[in-house]
């Protein structure tokens, strides 16, 4: 079945320092994939997405492209602040038609001053 | 944007008691509703997926009868777990889209409500 693996955390940064964010996928066929940001205490944002291969998503400084060859939707960012701390999920969606969203463990980003 | 809550954002029961679970779209109608359980260090996982008026559909291996949804309003939704035992101890997570289940919206999450049973 299709699954989405990221990388472990927590991961530990100063503030201005670039980020990047491990994230591969297995999938039949086209996969629309999906970066998600949890901050304490709210509900999972959607923080950018790609709909198909080469695309890149970007929002607030992150970005992050569509790597079919290497199945792979790594999320980063130049320079990341103190409130850029959170969980960060990433997803894919089968593009069935059907809204069902599979994520992968999520991964800890603490960004200390 | 859009906005989801849960209530309550965490409660306690003892094994055996039945548990009900609350999810609202606040400035949205939701056709759409989906109720997903995280583990501890694992993914989110989702349970089922249901539509206004509508009976729920649920992923493979979970039980309905056990997972009881109620879509009644386009801006409620309702996850009771019964008889709860320990190991449905988790994180509750829903989910609402103004879209139909086959389209292609974004879904806005709530914040989670986390079940202890004892």
Same mark, same amino acid.
């Given at each position: 079945g299709d699954s989405v693996t990221q990388m472990e955390g927590p991961v530990t940064l100063s503030e201005e320092a670039f980020l990047t964010i491990n994230c591969t996928y297995t999938a039949t066929g086209y996969p629309s994939l999906f970066w998600y940001v949890q901050y304490p205490g709210e509900g999972l944002q959607l923080l950018l997405k790609a709909t198909k291969a080469d695309d890149k998503g970007s929002n607030k400084g992150f970005e992050a492209t569509y790597r079919k060859e290497t199945t792979s939707f790594h999320l980063e960012k130049g320079s990341v602040q103190v409130s850029d701390s959170a969980v960060y999920f990433c997803a894919l969606s089968a593009n069935t038609g059907f809204q069902k969203l599979v994520f992968g463990t999520g991964t800890r980003l603490l960004v200390s001053p | 944007g859009a906005v989801v809550s849960q209530h309550p954002s965490w409660v306690i029961c003892k094994s055996g008691t039945s548990v009900k679970i609350e999810c609202r779209s606040l400035d949205f109608q939701a056709t759409t509703m989906f109720w997903y359980r995280q583990f501890p260090k694992q993914s989110l996982m989702l349970m089922a997926t249901s539509n206004e008026g509508s009976k729920a559909t649920y992923e493979q291996g979970v039980e309905k009868d056990k997972f009881l949804i109620n879509?009644? !309003?386009?801006t409620l939704s309702t996850l009771t777990v019964t008889s709860a035992h320990p190991e449905d101890s988790s994180f509750y997570i829903c989910s609402a889209s !103004? *879209? *139909?289940?086959? *389209?292609t919206d974004t879904q806005y999450f709530g914040p989670g409500t986390r079940l202890t049973v004892l």
């Open positions: - | 879509h009644a !309003s386009l !103004s *879209g *139909g289940a086959w *389209g």
